[in-house]
Protein backbone atom coordinates (compact mmCIF):
# COMPACT_ATOMS: atom_id res chain seq x y z
CA UNK A 1 0.00 0.00 0.00
CA UNK A 2 1.81 3.20 -1.06
CA UNK A 3 2.11 6.27 2.05
CA UNK A 4 -0.53 8.65 0.97
CA UNK A 5 0.84 12.49 0.37
CA UNK A 6 -0.19 14.50 3.36
CA UNK A 7 0.70 17.60 1.89
CA UNK A 8 -2.44 17.33 0.01
CA UNK A 9 -4.39 17.91 2.94
CA UNK A 10 -3.06 21.70 2.76
CA UNK A 11 -4.14 22.12 -0.43
CA UNK A 12 -7.45 20.43 -0.55
CA UNK A 13 -8.50 22.24 2.22
CA UNK A 14 -7.39 25.25 1.30
CA UNK A 15 -9.30 24.42 -2.17
CA UNK A 16 -12.50 23.24 -0.78
CA UNK A 17 -12.34 26.85 1.64
CA UNK A 18 -12.16 29.24 -1.81
CA UNK A 19 -14.15 26.90 -4.14
CA UNK A 20 -11.78 29.16 -6.25
CA UNK A 21 -8.44 27.60 -8.23
CA UNK A 22 -6.84 31.09 -8.76
CA UNK A 23 -7.57 32.50 -5.24
CA UNK A 24 -6.26 29.22 -3.57
CA UNK A 25 -3.35 29.88 -5.41
CA UNK A 26 -2.42 33.08 -4.12
CA UNK A 27 -3.28 31.69 -0.59
CA UNK A 28 -0.06 28.83 -1.08
CA UNK A 29 1.99 31.24 -3.17
CA UNK A 30 1.80 29.22 -6.45
CA UNK A 31 0.76 29.22 -9.89
CA UNK A 32 -2.67 28.89 -11.05
CA UNK A 33 -1.36 26.02 -13.43
CA UNK A 34 0.39 24.74 -10.58
CA UNK A 35 -2.38 24.64 -8.68
CA UNK A 36 -4.71 23.33 -11.87
CA UNK A 37 -2.42 20.20 -11.36
CA UNK A 38 -2.84 19.76 -7.91
CA UNK A 39 -6.25 19.94 -8.03
CA UNK A 40 -6.11 17.07 -10.84
CA UNK A 41 -4.22 15.41 -8.63
CA UNK A 42 -6.69 15.53 -5.30
CA UNK A 43 -9.42 14.45 -8.23
CA UNK A 44 -7.31 11.46 -8.93
CA UNK A 45 -6.26 10.23 -4.66
CA UNK A 46 -10.17 10.89 -4.39
CA UNK A 47 -11.53 9.09 -7.03
CA UNK A 48 -14.14 12.54 -6.99
CA UNK A 49 -13.80 15.68 -9.31
CA UNK A 50 -14.37 18.14 -5.65
CA UNK A 51 -15.03 21.26 -7.91
CA UNK A 52 -17.08 21.33 -10.82
CA UNK A 53 -18.26 24.26 -13.43
CA UNK A 54 -21.15 26.16 -13.02
CA UNK A 55 -21.36 28.97 -15.20
CA UNK A 56 -18.13 30.76 -14.65
CA UNK A 57 -17.26 29.27 -11.20
CA UNK A 58 -16.75 25.98 -9.36
CA UNK A 59 -18.94 24.34 -6.93
CA UNK A 60 -18.51 22.13 -4.38
CA UNK A 61 -20.07 18.03 -5.16
CA UNK A 62 -21.24 16.39 -2.04
CA UNK A 63 -18.08 14.15 -1.88
CA UNK A 64 -16.67 17.80 -1.31
CA UNK A 65 -18.93 19.08 1.13
CA UNK A 66 -18.87 16.37 3.33
CA UNK A 67 -14.95 16.16 3.37
CA UNK A 68 -15.09 20.60 4.09
CA UNK A 69 -15.00 20.59 8.12
CA UNK A 70 -13.09 17.07 8.47
CA UNK A 71 -10.36 18.44 6.39
CA UNK A 72 -9.99 21.50 8.07
CA UNK A 73 -10.38 19.88 11.34
CA UNK A 74 -7.06 17.60 10.57
CA UNK A 75 -5.10 20.44 9.42
CA UNK A 76 -5.99 22.72 12.06
CA UNK A 77 -4.62 19.54 14.61
CA UNK A 78 -1.71 18.94 12.56
CA UNK A 79 -0.85 22.91 12.61
CA UNK A 80 -1.36 22.65 16.78
CA UNK A 81 1.07 19.85 17.03
CA UNK A 82 3.57 21.36 14.94
CA UNK A 83 2.84 25.04 16.61
CA UNK A 84 6.11 26.88 18.13
CA UNK A 85 5.89 27.00 21.73
CA UNK A 86 5.69 30.64 22.08
CA UNK A 87 2.22 30.77 20.01
CA UNK A 88 1.18 28.44 23.00
CA UNK A 89 -1.91 30.32 23.95
CA UNK A 90 -2.70 29.20 28.01
CA UNK A 91 -6.07 31.07 27.71
CA UNK A 92 -7.52 28.19 25.61
CA UNK A 93 -5.69 25.40 26.81
CA UNK A 94 -7.75 22.88 28.43
CA UNK A 95 -5.50 19.68 29.74
CA UNK A 96 -5.32 17.62 32.75
CA UNK A 97 -1.56 17.19 34.29
CA UNK A 98 -0.73 13.91 36.09
CA UNK A 99 1.90 14.57 38.89
CA UNK A 100 3.56 12.07 40.57
CA UNK A 101 5.06 13.80 43.84
CA UNK A 102 6.83 12.69 46.91
CA UNK A 103 5.12 12.70 50.82
CA UNK A 104 4.58 16.65 51.76
CA UNK A 105 4.91 18.29 47.87
CA UNK A 106 1.47 18.79 47.70
CA UNK A 107 -0.03 20.06 50.70
CA UNK A 108 3.38 22.27 50.89
CA UNK A 109 3.94 23.56 47.23
CA UNK A 110 0.61 22.10 46.09
CA UNK A 111 -1.74 25.22 46.95
CA UNK A 112 0.74 27.67 45.19
CA UNK A 113 1.37 25.72 41.90
CA UNK A 114 -2.49 25.60 41.64
CA UNK A 115 -2.81 29.20 42.15
CA UNK A 116 -0.23 29.72 39.53
CA UNK A 117 -1.66 27.20 37.35
CA UNK A 118 -5.25 28.73 36.91
CA UNK A 119 -4.54 32.35 36.59
CA UNK A 120 -2.28 31.41 33.52
CA UNK A 121 -4.28 28.53 32.00
CA UNK A 122 -7.95 28.21 33.73
CA UNK A 123 -8.84 25.06 31.91
CA UNK A 124 -5.46 23.16 33.11
CA UNK A 125 -6.53 20.61 36.06
CA UNK A 126 -3.49 19.17 37.98
CA UNK A 127 -4.25 15.45 39.63
CA UNK A 128 -1.38 14.75 42.43
CA UNK A 129 -0.60 11.15 43.47
CA UNK A 130 1.47 9.62 45.33
CA UNK A 131 5.20 8.63 44.67
CA UNK A 132 5.73 5.25 46.14
CA UNK A 133 8.70 4.65 44.53
CA UNK A 134 11.56 5.85 42.02
CA UNK A 135 10.97 3.65 39.24
CA UNK A 136 10.27 5.16 35.73
CA UNK A 137 7.62 3.10 34.69
CA UNK A 138 4.86 5.72 34.93
CA UNK A 139 6.71 8.17 32.80
CA UNK A 140 7.89 5.72 30.01
CA UNK A 141 4.12 4.79 29.90
CA UNK A 142 2.71 7.82 29.72
CA UNK A 143 0.74 7.72 32.88
CA UNK A 144 2.55 10.40 34.51
CA UNK A 145 3.61 13.66 33.38
CA UNK A 146 5.96 14.81 35.86
CA UNK A 147 7.61 13.94 39.10
CA UNK A 148 9.29 15.25 42.09
CA UNK A 149 11.51 13.87 44.40
CA UNK A 150 15.29 12.84 45.05
CA UNK A 151 17.01 11.08 41.76
CA UNK A 152 18.10 7.62 42.65
CA UNK A 153 19.23 4.29 41.30
CA UNK A 154 16.09 3.20 40.35
CA UNK A 155 15.40 6.10 38.33
CA UNK A 156 15.99 5.18 34.20
CA UNK A 157 18.76 6.49 33.05
CA UNK A 158 17.00 8.19 29.71
CA UNK A 159 14.70 10.39 32.44
CA UNK A 160 15.03 13.90 31.85
CA UNK A 161 16.10 16.14 35.32
CA UNK A 162 16.18 19.91 36.57
CA UNK A 163 16.91 20.50 40.34
CA UNK A 164 14.06 22.19 42.08
CA UNK A 165 15.99 22.63 45.59
CA UNK A 166 18.46 21.60 48.00
CA UNK A 167 17.48 20.32 51.40
CA UNK A 168 18.61 19.73 54.76
CA UNK A 169 16.86 18.00 57.82
CA UNK A 170 15.62 19.45 61.02
CA UNK A 171 14.48 18.31 64.14
CA UNK A 172 10.43 18.85 65.00
CA UNK A 173 8.71 18.99 67.76
CA UNK A 174 5.34 20.47 69.21
CA UNK A 175 5.59 24.04 71.08
CA UNK A 176 5.87 23.58 74.45
CA UNK A 177 8.41 19.98 73.99
CA UNK A 178 11.28 20.16 76.35
CA UNK A 179 13.49 20.95 73.71
CA UNK A 180 11.78 23.85 73.04
CA UNK A 181 13.94 25.62 75.69
CA UNK A 182 18.02 25.17 76.45
CA UNK A 183 20.66 23.86 74.18
CA UNK A 184 19.82 20.57 71.91
CA UNK A 185 22.71 18.68 72.52
CA UNK A 186 23.08 14.88 70.70
CA UNK A 187 22.46 13.23 74.28
CA UNK A 188 19.07 15.47 74.35
CA UNK A 189 18.26 14.74 71.13
CA UNK A 190 18.67 10.71 71.03
CA UNK A 191 16.94 10.46 74.71
CA UNK A 192 13.13 11.32 73.63
CA UNK A 193 11.02 8.80 71.56
CA UNK A 194 11.27 9.69 67.93
CA UNK A 195 8.45 8.84 64.67
CA UNK A 196 10.52 6.98 61.88
CA UNK A 197 9.83 8.04 58.27
CA UNK A 198 10.61 4.75 55.93
CA UNK A 199 8.83 4.41 52.89
CA UNK A 200 10.25 1.05 52.34
CA UNK A 201 9.59 0.31 55.92
CA UNK A 202 13.07 0.29 57.85
CA UNK A 203 13.98 0.27 60.59
CA UNK A 204 16.84 2.61 60.78
CA UNK A 205 17.34 5.47 59.56
CA UNK A 206 20.08 8.11 58.52
CA UNK A 207 20.13 10.18 61.82
CA UNK A 208 20.96 6.18 63.49
CA UNK A 209 23.98 5.97 61.59
CA UNK A 210 24.81 9.64 63.07
CA UNK A 211 24.16 8.80 66.27
CA UNK A 212 25.90 5.58 66.37
CA UNK A 213 29.14 7.01 65.02
CA UNK A 214 29.10 9.24 68.63
CA UNK A 215 27.87 6.09 70.28
CA UNK A 216 24.59 7.00 70.83
CA UNK A 217 20.93 5.54 69.70
CA UNK A 218 17.43 6.47 70.24
CA UNK A 219 14.21 5.06 70.82
CA UNK A 220 11.54 4.50 68.02
CA UNK A 221 7.89 5.54 69.37
CA UNK A 222 6.38 5.19 65.79
CA UNK A 223 7.22 3.93 62.13
CA UNK A 224 5.22 6.26 59.68
CA UNK A 225 5.24 6.18 55.83
CA UNK A 226 5.97 9.71 54.96
CA UNK A 227 6.46 13.45 56.62
CA UNK A 228 3.15 14.29 56.54
CA UNK A 229 1.94 11.43 59.04
CA UNK A 230 5.04 12.27 61.02
CA UNK A 231 4.29 15.46 61.55
CA UNK A 232 0.97 15.16 62.52
CA UNK A 233 1.93 12.44 65.17
CA UNK A 234 4.63 14.77 66.39
CA UNK A 235 2.47 17.85 66.61
CA UNK A 236 -0.33 15.83 69.22
CA UNK A 237 2.44 14.13 71.41
CA UNK A 238 6.12 14.37 73.01
CA UNK A 239 7.61 12.46 69.94
CA UNK A 240 10.15 13.83 68.02
CA UNK A 241 10.77 13.64 63.84
CA UNK A 242 13.41 14.84 61.76
CA UNK A 243 12.72 15.71 58.56
CA UNK A 244 12.97 17.85 55.19
CA UNK A 245 13.45 21.41 56.16
CA UNK A 246 12.23 23.38 52.71
CA UNK A 247 9.61 20.50 51.52
CA UNK A 248 7.99 20.52 54.69
CA UNK A 249 7.90 24.44 55.45
CA UNK A 250 4.01 25.22 55.94
CA UNK A 251 3.50 21.66 57.26
CA UNK A 252 5.24 22.84 59.97
CA UNK A 253 3.38 25.69 61.06
CA UNK A 254 3.12 26.69 64.57
CA UNK A 255 5.56 23.74 65.37
CA UNK A 256 9.35 23.93 66.95
CA UNK A 257 11.86 22.53 64.59
CA UNK A 258 16.06 22.92 65.30
CA UNK A 259 18.60 22.65 63.43
CA UNK A 260 20.03 18.94 64.47
CA UNK A 261 23.08 18.69 66.69
CA UNK A 262 24.84 15.55 64.59
CA UNK A 263 25.85 15.89 60.84
CA UNK A 264 22.92 14.36 58.18
CA UNK A 265 23.24 14.21 54.58
CA UNK A 266 21.74 16.73 52.30
CA UNK A 267 19.05 16.58 49.71
CA UNK A 268 18.49 17.32 46.24
CA UNK A 269 14.62 17.64 44.86
CA UNK A 270 14.57 17.58 41.46
CA UNK A 271 11.56 16.84 38.66
CA UNK A 272 11.75 14.38 36.71
CA UNK A 273 10.24 13.27 33.03
CA UNK A 274 10.12 11.24 29.98
CA UNK A 275 12.25 12.88 26.78
CA UNK A 276 9.09 12.35 24.70
CA UNK A 277 8.15 15.57 26.47
CA UNK A 278 10.88 17.94 25.94
CA UNK A 279 9.00 19.63 22.63
CA UNK A 280 5.68 19.87 24.26
CA UNK A 281 5.10 23.54 24.77
CA UNK A 282 2.18 23.21 27.52
CA UNK A 283 4.47 20.16 29.49
CA UNK A 284 7.71 22.84 29.04
CA UNK A 285 5.02 25.76 30.44
CA UNK A 286 4.14 23.30 33.50
CA UNK A 287 7.59 22.72 33.83
CA UNK A 288 8.39 26.39 34.74
CA UNK A 289 5.56 26.91 37.11
CA UNK A 290 7.00 24.34 39.17
CA UNK A 291 10.31 25.52 39.05
CA UNK A 292 9.54 28.93 40.42
CA UNK A 293 6.88 27.91 42.67
CA UNK A 294 9.37 25.41 44.36
CA UNK A 295 11.97 28.98 43.73
CA UNK A 296 10.12 31.02 45.83
CA UNK A 297 8.65 28.68 48.43
CA UNK A 298 13.08 27.50 49.13
CA UNK A 299 14.11 31.14 49.22
CA UNK A 300 16.67 29.57 45.80
CA UNK A 301 16.94 32.19 42.51
CA UNK A 302 15.28 30.17 39.94
CA UNK A 303 17.41 30.35 36.67
CA UNK A 304 15.03 30.59 33.08
CA UNK A 305 15.55 27.29 30.89
Keep these: MSTPDLNQLVTLDVLLAEGNVTRAAQRLHLSPSAMSRALARLRETLGD ?9 LVPTPRALQLR ?32 VSDGFTENFGPDLIKR ?12 VPKLDKHSTALREGSVDLETGVVGDDTGPEVRTRVLFHDRFVG ?3 LGHALCQGE ?10 HVLVSRRGLDKGVMDEALSAQGLARVIGAYVGGFSA ?3 ITRATDLITTVPERHTGKLRAEMFSFALPVPAPEITVSMLWHPRMDGDAAHRWLRGCVLE ?13
Design 117 to 128: VNQQAPGVRLRF
Design 293 to 305: VCGEASGDLVKPW
Design 230 to 232: ALA
Design 69 to 100: AQVSQLVQGAQAVLRSAELLDLSQLVRTFTLR
Design 184 to 193: ITPARYAAGQ
Design 172 to 174: VVR
Design 49 to 57: PLLVRAGRG
